[in-house]
């Protein structure tokens, strides 16, 4: 049974930059598209961004297109989201989550089955 778990959250300033990072184990990782899914206090869960099995595709939410780059080494089991350029606005529990694939609707999280605990971003100065 695949399991996921994040780090690299913390207190960032405006302007500044994180990588998180979501570590697999118990199934290949080379099986699923990885996604990373946000979910701010009082709001939906919402996808950011999504990478295929292979990585030859991603793709992003708008609010974070050009600021965020995802990437995976499925050789390490490993997936990562450079987040920079942070806003105050991205503040919120980021999860990594497997589907069978990434879909156009990046912001769906209904595809994504398997989940970590989350790690909290906050961007305030």
């Known amino acids: 049974q695949l399991q996921l778990v994040e780090s690299g959250g913390g207190l960032v300033q405006p302007g500044g930059s994180l990588r998180l990072s979501c570590a697999a184990s118990?199934?290949?990782?080379?099986?699923?598209?990885i996604g990373w899914v946000r979910q701010a206090p009082g709001k939906e869960r919402e996808g950011v961004s999504c990478i295929s099995s292979s990585g030859d595709f991603t793709n992003y939410v708008d609010s974070v297109e050009g600021r965020f780059t995802i990437s995976r080494d499925n050789a390490k089991n490993m997936a990562w989201l450079q987040m920079d350029s942070l806003k105050p606005e991205d503040t919120a529990v980021y999860y990594c989550a497997a589907a069978a694939w990434c879909t156009v609707y990046v912001s769906e999280v209904r595809p994504y089955d398997t989940w970590g605990q989350g790690t909290q971003v906050t961007v305030s100065s």
């Open positions: 118990g199934f290949p990782l080379d099986y699923y598209a």
